[in-house]
């Protein structure tokens, strides 16, 4: 089954900086790669997809990046402020699937005034 | 459009007892999903539905959970009988023609 790591250990970050979270997964190569937001007391909130032919996404602050070699995916928030604050969690399609996707554990991120 | 709503917010419940979860995912979304959430096991997918139908379900514990959705617009989780180690946060989320999914704000879940 497929398996993700995300760094459990919180990151914390001086606002203004640039937060970079990693995401490695192993066996099959998915087809897609998301990252969600998650706020305490909340559910998780969609924030990017990028497919397996593209190499990097971006959205206003946030930019994705996708390496299907080191299987990895590196999910960068520039000029981070306290308000980015929360979990982060990337989600990857079980194999032979489209929809149905295993969730990492997340990582939480603190930006700090 | 309201999003995924989910309702109880919060259930406090005595071991044993039967517990019912109902979500109402985004009119429209043909695919519905629920989530356990805990510290331990973070994020897991128990059971899915496509138009109604369950696809996939191999993500339930055991007997005592079950999953239904009679109509397009309402799903409902039971747990019976409940039991301690059944306590977390479950959400419900919904996807429409892509693969975003829109979660719900969760139920936390009690069993004492």
């Known amino acids: 089954s497929q398996k993700i790591e995300q760094n459990s250990e919180a990151l914390n970050i001086q606002e203004g900086k640039t937060a970079t979270l990693t995401c490695n997964y192993t066996?099959?190569?998915?087809?897609?790669l998301q990252w969600y937001r998650q706020d305490p007391g909340r559910g998780p909130v969609f924030l990017l997809l990028?497919?397996?032919?593209?190499k990097e996404k971006r959205k206003e602050r946030l930019k994705v990046t996708f390496d299907t070699t080191l299987k990895q995916s590196l999910f960068h928030i520039t000029a981070s402020q306290p308000a980015d604050s929360a979990t982060y969690l990337c989600?990857?399609?079980?194999?032979?699937?489209?929809?149905?996707?295993?969730f990492g554990t997340g990582t939480k991120l603190q930006v700090i005034p | 459009d309201a999003g995924v709503i989910q309702s109880p917010r919060h259930e406090v419940t005595e071991m044993g007892q039967e517990v019912t979860l109902r979500c109402k995912p985004i009119s429209g979304h043909n695919s519905l999903f629920w989530y356990r959430q805990t510290m331990m096991r973070g994020l897991e997918l128990l059971i899915y539905?496509?138009?109604?139908?369950?696809?996939?379900d191999s993500g339930m514990p055991e007997d005592r959970f079950s999953a239904k959705m009679p109509n397009a617009s309402f799903s409902t989780l039971k747990i019976q009988p409940s039991e301690p180690r059944d306590s977390a946060v479950y959400f419900c989320a919904s996807i429409g023609e892509t693969y975003e999914q829109y979660f719900g704000p969760g139920t936390r879940l009690t069993v004492t």
């Open positions: 990028i497919r397996e032919n593209e």
């Open positions: 989600a990857l399609p079980v194999s032979g699937g489209y929809q149905k996707v295993t």
């Open positions: 539905f496509n138009n109604n139908v369950p696809i996939d």
């Open positions: 066996n099959y190569s998915p087809a897609y």
